[in-house]
């Protein structure tokens, strides 16, 4: 079942903006993860955060997690066109297992 | 080069003439899964495999069987498949219990059954 709901949709931003996406969530989780998509492409791991951390950077990226309420967002700093691409959120449940759940998606679009 | 790839890449096939998308991965992990990705509903997982002749059911696995024979090795078969079945296939695998859980993709496979 779907766990991960990511919001928006579809963002379009031009080049040099911050693009921000958000993750919602149901269950207790054991980490969250945000991936990337090309087009038509395999899914490429961007960030994992655990559920006792608050706040991850990797380059460009940050990711918060708050899991009072439920919810993650990942934020792209100046944003370049390579950056076009579906942003999937990616929970990891409680049960010691590594079985991802997935949201729907945002597909961002960066204009240069 | 750490990967998980994926045969065919492309396959157009007929209603109930079986086939099997092969998926292999070099890493020496103990988990891999197999999802679908369909437009508007994102990414679901058909089923998974702990280890070797360990495998589970995910959320839409009616019509697909798996076998884990070998570590490396993650075949997904559709014994006869129908058009519903058209979809983007994605295979992955991570380390059990690692550190990270980081899951790696292979390429997919684009399947179109008419």
């Known amino acids: 079942s779907q766990q991960g709901e990511e919001d928006p949709q579809a963002l379009s931003i031009q080049e040099g903006e911050n693009a921000t996406m958000n993750c919602s969530y149901k269950?207790?989780?054991?980490?969250l993860q945000w991936y990337r998509q090309n087009s038509g492409r395999g899914l490429v791991h961007l960030i994992l955060i655990r559920s006792n951390e608050r706040e991850k950077h990797s380059g460009r990226l940050r990711v918060t997690l708050d899991t009072s309420k439920k919810s993650s967002s990942l934020l792209i700093t100046a944003s370049r066109a390579a950056d076009t691409a579906s942003y999937f959120c990616?929970?990891?449940?409680?049960?010691?297992?590594?079985?991802?759940?997935f949201g729907k998606g945002t597909m961002l679009l960066v204009s240069p | 080069e750490a990967q998980v790839t994926q045969n065919p890449r492309y396959l157009i096939t007929v209603t109930g003439k079986k086939l099997t998308v092969t998926c292999s991965q070099n890493?020496?992990?103990?988990?891999m899964s197999w999802y679908r990705q369909d437009p508007g509903l994102g990414l679901r997982q058909i089923y998974y495999s702990m280890n070797v002749e360990v495998t589970d059911k995910g959320d839409v696995p009616e019509g697909y069987k798996v076998s884990r024979k070998e570590k490396r090795n993650f075949p997904l078969i559709l014994e006869s498949p129908s058009p519903n079945q058209t979809s983007l296939y994605f295979c992955a695998s991570s380390d059990w219990g690692g550190r990270t859980d980081t899951q790696y993709f292979g390429p997919g496979t684009r399947l179109t059954v008419l």
């Open positions: 890493m020496n992990h103990e988990y």
């Open positions: 269950t207790s989780i054991n980490n």
């Open positions: 990616a929970t990891v449940e409680n049960s010691g297992y590594s079985t991802l759940t």
